[in-house]
C-alpha cells in the first residue's frame, strides 16, 4: 500500500503531542500550577490514534493471511521493545550500582510482558509502563477489523453500529466488565472500538465549511450538556473511564484530521518542509516512538531534580524538560530501530541456514 503523506504527519502530530502530554501530566504537575494548559494538551491524544488508524486499516486491501501478519508484526514489535527495554534496565541497574551488574526483574515479571497481563513498574521508568494501557485496548480493537469489512459492505448497517455504540458510551456502566484477563474492561473497548470504526468508515469532510458546521454542532451539543462549563471542563476526569463528553472533546481532532485527510487527494504534490519530514518520520515510527516515551519521561524526573537546584522559572523547566525528552526519546528510537534491524536479519540468517539444511537433507 501506498503511504498516504498527510496520515504519517498527522500520527506524527499526534504522537508528538502525547509526549507534550505526558511531559505536562507526570514530571510537570510538581513544577506547573495552572492546570489549564495540561488540560488542554489531551484535545489531541489516544482517540486521534485510534482514528488515524482505523483510517489506515480501510485503506488496505483486506486479506486474512495479510491481517494475521499485521497482527504478529505488531507482537513482536512489542517483545523486540521488551528486549530492548530489558538491556536499558540492565544498562541503568549497573551504573545505579557502581557498575555491579544487577537486573531487578523477575521471571515473573517476564512472563507477565510476554503474556501480555501487566507491565511491573521500574526505577528506570517510573510512569512510563502505565502508558501500555494504550495496547491492551488497541490489540482487542484491532482484532475487530474483519468484523468492520464486512459490515461496512451495507452502508446502513455500518451506521447502525456506529449509533448503537454511541448509545452503550452514554450508558457507561460497562467499567466492571473485563473483556479477558490480559485486556482492558468492556468500557474502554466500546469507547475506543466506536473511534476506530468512525476512521474505518471515513468520515467525508472535504470543506472548511463543513467542518465549521461540525465544530459548531459540537460546541452545541457539548454546551446543551454542560452549559457556562464548557470550557472549563477537566478532561482527566472524563478519561478513565472514558465518557460520553470525552468523546465530543475528542472529536474536535477527529473532524480536523478527517479534513486534512480527504484534502491529500487533492494535493498530492505538495513541498515537503524539515518540518513536515520530522513529523511523517514520527508518524511512520509512531508505535516506537509510544514505547520509547515511556522510558525517556521518566528519565525527566531526574533532569527536573537538577534543575530544582538552579532554581530557573516555571517557563524554562518546562522547555528544558520536554526538549530533553523529545531528544531522549528520538535517541532510543534511533537505537530501537537498528535493534530491531538487527533481530530482523539474525531470523532471516537462522531462516536461509535453516533451509539450507532441508535442501542438502
Known sequence: MKRVVTLDVLRGLAIFNIILIHTLWWSGTSYISNPLFRELSLLFEVPLFFYLSGFAAQLQTFDYKKFLFRFLKIYKNYLVFFLFFVLCLLFYETILNDFV??????????????????????????????????????????LMVPVLFFIKKTKAAFIFLLFGLVILISENNFSAFRLTYYFHNLGFF?????????????????????LFLCFLFLLTTIFLIRGKEIFTTNFQEFKFPPQLLYLLYSLFSIFIAAYFLNREKKSQKSRQVLLTKFFQYSGRNSLWIYFCQGISSSIVYQVLVLLKLFEINTL????????????????LVFLLIRFNNVIDQAFSFLRRQFHCLLRHK
Request: charged share 15%; proline share 3%; glycine share 6%.
Open 190 to 210: 466500546i469507547f475506543y472500538f466506536f473511534i476506530f470504526a468512525l476512521g474505518y468508515f471515513n468520515l467525508k469532510i472535504k470543506s472548511k465549511k463543513e
Open 101 to 142: 551488574i544487577t537486573l531487578k526483574l523477575t521471571f515473573l515479571d517476564i512472563k507477565d510482558w510476554i503474556l501480555f497481563r501487566k507491565h511491573p513498574n521500574y526505577e528506570l521508568a517510573v510512569a512510563g509502563m502505565g502508558t501500555f494501557w494504550f495496547l491492551h485496548i488497541f490489540i482487542p480493537v484491532y
Open 316 to 331: 524554562f523547566t518546562f522547555l528544558i524538560c520536554f526538549g530533553f525528552n523529545i531528544i531522549f526519546c528520538y535517541f
